[in-house]
């Protein structure tokens, strides 16, 4: 059955919308599974995050080649830039993340969202007028309707200008994936912004930003200046720039296939030498310290000490042994335990990225999920509990799934984050002692209820042999039925999100 308490403020999720609108409750799972809001953690304990991903291979091997991902992270991580030089052999390592199709259908269908896209040259926004077109009476109540124009986006690419298209991992399925492996792996809010020119005319002039950034170059190359530390750890919103050394550090061509990181606060310029190039720009934003000292004063906020006036006589004796009981409380929550609970309870709040499977995501599921569906899960950074012997907790979207402890065997597979078939899912699990085909079929429909799982239309692979687990490795094998994809390909069709960020974000 399906606990409530209060539901939380929509800030209270994470996910900037209230509990009530995040899809309907299923009953039925046989009192396998209690849902409530996440509130604070002070009964669990051992908290720790998913599997890194299928096989536990690290999303940054995709990128970085010349060293080992933990040599990277502990060398050049917030420190100091790193170019990656990929593989001489291979310099369309990138191209799957963008083909050329993919940027085309992007603009094709693309209807002008002003905190999306823009054209850029010498540190400067083009007009929208000089690249956009008018469709008359096809806009909300017959307004006109802007989409952009192929003559005028040309012609201005043409004299140099850059495009630069905000938020690309919200329309391309490769630079999603990619992006959420990331934001997993890393712990960390990911968005990827796209730049492409075929001048010599930088689009920014040289700056720093609050966000560290990993740049893919897919096609062509650029030339890149790095100055060293502006602004050390700088945060959102801290300005205006301080002024930029007179000369670059390092000077230096990105090359197709290659990859660079930049710390936050490290000043760069970037330019294009002619011809085609194209590079993504991943931003990348991990908590601070900033950010646990406002969660270690906020836990406060339930003490009453903490609610009652300040004196209107100024200080005294009672004000200063309540803010002492405080500060005490406070610098409980700042040893090695209340961090953990930070983190546990941060990536408990993170929102799935929307995503779309019609018709089947609409399918009505109240006698369960068909066996041949195919579901994964859709939390980015699931927090999951060993339990006391009776349960098993798993953190995600702002809620606290509390499983009974026969569930362990599914929820194991379910945290190695490859797609599954119901039915396969269903089998492997009731081998090892978890629930029995009927049972599990109506907890997945639950699951896909409250947005902790989603369909998926990927292939899948092999069901492993009765009571193991399936081999670790990438995706393969066949479809799933009348739910599954086309083997091999990619899972999904054109999507676009609906949070915009502002290109500004990340400009490389």
């Given at each position: ?199 010599q005319v930088g689009a920014f002039d040289p700056h720093w930003d609050d966000h560290d950034g990993i740049i893919l170059q897919v096609y062509g190359r650029k030339e ?285």
């Amino acid at each position: 059955m399906t606990g409530t308490r209060r539901p939380p403020a929509p800030e209270e999720t994470g996910t900037g919308e209230p509990l009530a609108d995040r899809g309907p409750e299923r009953p039925g799972s046989g009192g396998l599974l209690t849902v409530r809001p996440l509130e604070a953690l002070p009964d669990l304990e051992g908290l720790r995050p998913g599997d890194p991903g299928p096989g536990g291979r690290h999303a940054l091997e995709e990128i970085v080649t010349a060293l080992p991902v933990a040599e990277f992270l502990d060398r050049h991580w917030g420190r100091d830039c790193h170019l990656d030089p990929g593989d001489p052999g291979d310099p369309g390592r990138f191209h799957h993340l963008l083909p050329w199709p993919e940027l085309d259908r992007l603009l094709d269908g693309h209807r002008a969202w002003p905190l999306r896209m823009q054209v850029a040259r010498g540190n400067a926004s083009l007009p929208p007028s000089s690249y956009l077109e008018t469709i008359p009476g096809r806009g909300v109540g017959r307004e006109p309707a802007m989409r952009v124009s192929s003559t005028k986006l040309h012609a201005r690419l043409r004299e140099g200008a850059t495009l630069v298209f905000g938020s690309v991992d919200e329309a391309v399925p490769a630079v999603r994936e990619l992006a959420e492996r990331l934001e997993h792996d890393l712990r960390a809010e990911v968005f990827v912004n796209l730049y492409a020119s075929w001048g010599q005319v930088g689009a920014f002039d040289p700056h720093w930003d609050d966000h560290d950034g990993i740049i893919l170059q897919v096609y062509g190359r650029k030339e890149w200046r790095l100055y060293g530390v502006g602004r050390p750890a700088p945060l959102p919103g801290d300005g205006p720039l301080n002024e930029c050394p007179p000369r670059p550090l390092r000077q230096f061509e990105l090359t197709e296939g290659q990859a660079l990181y930049v710390p936050r606060g490290h000043w760069h310029a970037v330019r294009p030498v002619g011809g085609t190039t194209v590079h993504l720009t991943f931003g990348i934003r991990r908590p601070v310290v900033r950010d646990l000292l406002r969660w270690a004063v906020d836990r406060q906020l339930s003490h009453p000490d903490a609610r009652l006036d300040l004196p209107l006589g100024g200080w005294d004796d009672e004000l200063a042994g309540r803010l002492s009981r405080l500060l005490g409380g406070i610098g409980e929550l700042l040893g090695a335990e209340g961090f953990g609970r930070y983190v546990a309870e941060r990536d408990g709040r993170a929102a799935a990225r929307p995503r779309h499977l019609l018709p089947h995501a609409v399918t009505d599921l109240s006698g369960g999920c068909p066996p041949d569906a195919v579901v994964v899960l859709a939390a980015p950074r699931p927090v999951a509990h060993g339990g006391d012997g009776c349960r098993r907790t798993l953190l995600s979207g702002g809620l606290r799934y509390d499983f009974d402890a026969r569930c362990e065997p599914l929820l194991r597979r379910l945290l190695g984050r490859r797609p599954w078939r119901v039915g396969d899912l269903a089998r492997e699990a009731a081998a090892e002692g978890g629930p029995d085909a009927g049972e599990c079929r109506r907890l997945v429909a639950e699951l896909l209820g409250h947005g902790l799982l989603r369909f998926d239309a990927g292939p899948v692979a092999p069901p492993g042999p009765p009571g193991g687990d399936r081999p670790a490795g990438p995706r393969e094998g066949s479809p799933g039925g009348r739910y599954g994809g086309p083997p091999g390909g990619s899972p999904e069709g054109p999507h676009d999100g609906r949070h915009d960020r502002r290109p500004q974000e990340g400009r490389r």
